[in-house]
């Protein structure tokens, strides 16, 4: 079982931009797919981005071109660059790690990070 921590949430104006961390261990990282995923109230949980242990990536349509996804893998950290955060953008941010077969569905869960973007 992969352990996650997730660090970086807060309150931002609509426009600005934060940076969440997830950090892993129980895994050999380098080769796990990382993602996350974000509910918000009311809403179902959503996948907004992905990255493979190769380093291809995927987007939520509605963060493309907004967020990115990277990681360090020596460092054991996935981060999700949020740039030009809107208020639909609020959400708990949820880091997850997949398996290399199916690496949109997550193994492990962190504990969830809040996001807030007022207006």
């Known amino acids: 079982q992969v352990q996650l921590v997730e660090s970086g949430g807060g309150l931002v104006q609509s426009g600005g931009s934060l940076r969440l961390s997830c950090v892993a261990s129980g895994s050999i990282f380098s080769i796990t797919p990382m993602g996350w995923y974000r509910q918000a109230p009311g809403e179902q949980r959503e996948l907004v981005a992905v990255i493979t242990g190769g380093g291809s990536t995927t987007y939520a349509d509605s963060v493309k071109g907004r967020f990115t996804i990277s990681r360090i893998n020596a460092k054991s950290t996935v981060y999700l660059q949020m740039n030009s955060l809107k208020p639909e953008d609020t959400a708990v941010y949820y880091c997850?790690?997949?398996?290399?077969?199916?690496?949109?569905?997550?193994?492990?869960w962190g504990q969830g990070t809040q996001v807030t973007v007022s207006s």
């Open positions: 997850y790690a997949g398996s290399r077969t199916t690496p949109r569905v997550p193994d492990s």
